[in-house]
C-alpha cells in the first residue's frame, strides 16, 4: 500500500525540514505544533519564520495545534524534545491511531522518566505499531535547502525499514537501512555531548589538535557504552556514529556545539541555555548518558567530565585539563 498522508510531531526546525522533505516526496503533511502564531504562519505565509526563516515551505505542508487532526495519518515522525516526547505520546495515543501507521523517532534523545531510548518509548504507547528510527549527519538547515543528506534507517523489522527508506529516498536524500536500532540510537544521543565538550575546546581556543582528539576519543567512548547498550560496534562506524559525530561538532550550526562555545567563553549554563531558541538535546542527554555509563559500568571519563561542567558548576577549563592529566594508557584500552 502506497503511504500518502503523513504528520510530523514537532514544528521546530528538524521537524519542519522533515515535513517539507516528506512534502516533495509527494505525501499530504500534517506539521503538529504547540504554538499558534508557528502554526499560522505557516499555514497562511508557507513560512516557519521563527525556527527556519529563509525556507518557503510547500503547498503539501499544513500545520495544526490540534494533535486530533493526526487520527488518520499513515506515517508519523517524532521529533519533539525527548523532555516532552512522553506527553505528546500519551497524547497521540489518546487519539487513538491505526495499528499499521508507521512511526519513526527522529528525536536524538533519552526519556527522563525511564531511561528508554525513543524507539522503547514508541513501544510502550504502540507496541502493534512498526517502529522505526532515522539518524546521521542533517542539520535542518541544510535539509531545508535540498543540499545533498544521507541517514540511517533502523528497525528491527526490515520490512519497516524498507518502506521507510522508500520514503526518504530524493535526489537529494539518500538512506541506508539497519537493524541496529539501539546503537543508531545511542550515537545520536551520545554526539550531543561531544559537541558541547568540542564547542567548549572552541571557546576556550584549544586549537584544532586538541579538538580533533577530543572528537576522537568521543568516538572511543560512544562506542563502548552502545555496545554495552546492546549496540553493535559497526554502527558507530557509520553515519548515525562518526558521521553525525563530525557534522554536530564541527558546524557552526550545531546547536550543541553553540552551547559548548559559549561555556568556553565564560558564559554559565544558563546563559548558554538563554541565548538559544530551540532545545539543545546534549545537555539533557549528559546526564542520562552518565548514568546509563554507572549502571553499565562503562568508563566514560568524557561523558563524566561534561556532566560536571553542566551540573556540577566544575569550570570547562579544569574539566579539559583533568582530561589531559588522566594516567597514561594504551588506546586500544
Known sequence: ???????????????????????????????????????????????????????????????????????????????????????VLQQLAEVGISEDTILVSCTKGIDPDTGELMHELLDEFFPANPIAVLS???HAEEVAQRMATL???????????????????????????SSDIVGIEIGSVVKNIFAICAGAADGLGLGDNAKAALVTRG???????????????????????????IVTCYSSLSRNNRVGRLLGSGKTLQEAIDAMNQVAEGVPNAKHAYNMAKGLNVRTPIIDQAYAVLFEEKPTGLALKELLERDPRSEND
Do not use: H
Not at 534507517?153 to 537529494?172: C, D, H, K, M, Y
Not at 572511543?220 to 553525525?244: C, N, Q, Y
Open 1 to 87: 500500500m502506497d503511504l500518502t498522508k503523513a504528520a510530523v510531531l514537532g514544528a521546530g526546525s528538524w521537524g519542519t525540514a522533515l515535513a517539507l522533505t516528506l512534502a516533495d516526496r509527494g505525501l499530504d503533511v500534517i506539521l503538529y505544533g504547540n504554538e499558534e502564531a508557528v502554526c499560522e504562519d505557516v499555514n497562511s505565509n508557507r513560512r516557519n519564520s521563527k525556527y527556519l526563516p529563509e525556507i518557503e515551505l510547500p503547498e503539501g505542508i499544513t500545520a495544526s495545534i490540534q494533535i486530533g487532526d493526526l487520527a488518520d495519518r499513515e506515517f508519523i515522525l517524532l521529533v519533539v524534545p525527548s523532555q516532552v516526547a512522553r506527553i
Open 136 to 138: 546521521g549527519p542533517s
Open 151 to 177: 541517514a540511517t534507517i533502523g528497525s528491527e523489522n526490515p520490512e519497516t525499514a524498507a518502506r521507510v527508506q522508500e520514503v526518504f529516498t530524493l535526489p537529494w536524500f539518500r538512506t541506508y537501512t
Open 219 to 245: 568516538l572511543a567512548e560512544m562506542t563502548r557504552l552502545g555496545v554495552a547498550r546492546g549496540g553493535k560496534e559497526e554502527t558507530f562506524r557509520g553515519l548515525s556514529g562518526i558521521g553525525d559525530l
